[in-house]
Nanobody, 121 residues
Framework: QVQLVESGGGLVQPGGSLRLSCAAS????????MNWYRQAPGKERELVAF????????RYADSVKGRFTISRDNVKNTIYLQMNSLKPEDTAVYLC??????????????WGQGTQVTVSS
């Protein structure tokens, strides 16, 4: 019954903003570090942003630093990706990923199916 369900993708003009959500269920959410990945046609899957179990640590790909912000709500079991100043090169399927933190007692890795983000005039 484990699920990661992304939402919030769509079509946006360059310079616009989107907020992606990933709703998690079926596992102890706070025991997991969370990541946003993206994959565009002809490109390797890219790690966009990372957040630790309680949100104390975050990391971003150089290509999105200063424009994207990852956050999490451990009451709602949801992570977010606020994307500002979007560029056409941000066009991709964005995927949510969960990895167990050290000492969590869990070992499984989970993936969502992705949500499409298209940045175009």
């Amino acid at each position: 019954q484990v699920q990661l369900v992304e939402s919030g993708g769509g079509l946006v003009q360059p310079g616009g903003s989107l907020r992606l959500s990933c709703a998690a269920s079926g596992f102890r959410f706070s025991n997991y570090n969370m990541n946003w990945y993206r994959q565009a046609p002809g490109k390797e899957r890219e790690l966009v942003a990372f957040i630790s179990g309680f949100g104390s640590s975050t990391r971003y790909a150089d290509s999105v630093k200063g424009r994207f912000t990852i956050s999490r709500d451990n009451v709602k079991n949801t992570i977010y990706l606020q994307m500002n100043s979007l560029k056409p090169e941000d066009t991709a399927v964005y995927l949510c990923n969960a990895n167990p933190a050290y000492g969590s007692g869990d070992s499984r890795v989970y993936w969502g199916q992705g949500t499409q983000v298209t940045v175009s005039s």
